[in-house]
Each structure stands twice: as structure tokens, then as C-alpha cells.
């Protein structure tokens, strides 16, 4: 709790930057951005407790079969960033992530159809990240590289919904079948770093960006969730950037 406070208070105080007019403020930009999100590794999520990780979508492969690849996808959002001088930015963005995989239990199938217990997985996050950078060559120069980092806000929402089979000990040779909709939401807090290069074309400012952020969110316990109990909000985004300067 202590940590997720502290982290606010940054976002509050670099959004203060961005939102309060200064005087040496050498010019102001909206930006846009789209691209692609790919998640933390399934090798690198969660904590490590008796060996094993405490990371949901590490758990559900126990007894899920779902191509993890399958949550890379599509981020985009906007930005809002304010010159500090000559070689600062502050600025302040809203993105938007969402994807669906299907899962089909890996160790039974209904025995009535003969047909994937099948379900599916769904993550969405929303990060509003408050972001400080560095430009070395200025904003002047006719290739911006830049640097920086800060911190975000993340919301999210996970769920699992369709049809699962009971693994309630003993599990019979033929275990139950039921019908359900699993669903775990909130915000996390957690560290942004980036680095890019703007172009930049009279008032217009197209470019590339790579965006890494960390955090990680708590579950619902049993009933709602029985295995996994955090969800790993990190990744790496990868993006084309479109500024308008004014």
C-alpha cells in the first residue's frame, strides 16, 4: 500500500509539471501513438514461491492448453507533452490494450461430444503513465533521440469465462463439467522507462517509440480464482508515434 501512495504522489507531482503553465515552456505537443503490446514472458512473471510462480497465466497451464503468443496485440492511445527548456519533456498519456485467447483444458474432454472443454482468457489494460525525458540533441535539431521514464497508473481487468472442469480433490476419471465467467479488476501501480526519435517536419512530428512498463495487480482468491494469484501487468510496447506541435 505504502508503495502504490508513493508511486501516486510521483504521477501527481510530474503531472503538475505537465499541466502548469511555465514560462520557459518552449512548446507544446499532442501525440498519438499505435502499435503493439508484448506481455512479460511466461518464464519472467510473477514471484517464485516453493518453486513455482504465483503468475495466473503460469498456473492455468497446468491444466489449460492456450497459445501465450497469442496476447501480443495491438496498443494505441494519446499523449500530451510539454517543453521544459531545451532539452526536457514532461508529459502525461493514456493508452489502451486488450486481447482474448482460447484455452481448451489439456488433460480431459467431454465425454459426451468428444469436443475441447474449451474457455476463454481475457486481458485488458489501461495505463495512464506521467513521464519525464531527456532529448540530448534539443528540440531543435532535425533527428530528436530522447530517454526517460516515470510512472503509470494501470487498469486492468482479467477474466476467464465457458466451460471448466472441477479439479476438486479427488478428481474422478470423469470429473464435472460446469459453466462459468471468473473476473478480477483494479489498478497497479508501477515504473515506465522509454526511449525514442521524433522527425520532426515543421509543426509535425512523426517517429518511433519502445515503451517498457512493470507492475503487478492481486486476484481475487478461491472461489473466483484457484490457482494463479497475481496477474503480470508488464511488457514492452513497441510503437509509431505522431506528434502535432503548436
Request: charged share 15%; net charge neutral.
Amino acid at each position: 500500500m505504502r508503495r502504490q501512495v508513493l508511486s501516486l504522489a510521483a504521477v501527481i507531482l510530474t503531472a503538475g509539471f505537465v499541466l502548469t503553465p511555465s514560462a520557459s515552456a518552449q512548446q507544446q505537443s499532442v501525440n498519438f501513438f499505435v502499435g503493439g503490446f508484448v506481455p512479460t514472458p511466461l518464464d519472467a512473471r510473477g514471484d517464485i514461491t516453493a518453486g513455482q510462480s504465483n503468475d495466473v497465466l503460469v498456473r492455468d497451464r497446468d491444466f489449460f492448453s492456450f497459445p501465450f503468443d497469442r496476447f501480443h496485440g495491438p496498443t494505441f492511445g494519446g499523449e500530451y507533452l510539454i517543453g521544459l527548456g531545451d532539452f526536457f519533456d514532461a508529459g502525461a498519456s493514456i493508452g489502451f490494450y486488450q486481447q482474448s485467447v482460447p484455452a481448451a483444458d489439456r488433460n480431459f474432454f467431454d465425454t459426451t461430444t468428444g469436443a475441447s472443454i474449451a474457455s476463454e482468457l481475457k486481458l485488458r489494460i489501461v495505463p495512464f503513465t506521467a513521464t519525464f525525458r531527456y532529448l540530448p540533441l534539443g528540440h531543435r535539431a532535425p533527428v530528436v533521440p530522447y530517454v526517460g521514464g516515470g510512472v503509470g497508473i494501470y487498469g486492468w481487468r482479467y477474466s476467464e469465462s465457458g466451460s471448466f472442469v472441477d479439479y476438486t480433490p479427488p478428481v474422478p476419471k470423469n470429473p464435472p463439467i460446469f459453466n462459468g465467467t471468473f473476473v478480477g479488476s483494479g489498478s497497479a501501480t508501477g515504473p515506465v522507462v522509454l526511449g525514442g526519435v521524433k522527425f520532426p517536419m515543421g509543426p509535425l512530428e512523426p517517429g518511433f517509440e519502445v515503451r517498457w512498463q512493470k507492475a503487478q495487480a492481486n486476484l481475487p482468491g478461491p472461489p473466483t480464482f484457484e490457482s494463479g494469484r497475481v496477474i503480470d501487468l508488464g511488457g514492452l510496447n513497441y510503437l509509431f508515434t505522431f506528434g502535432i506541435r503548436f
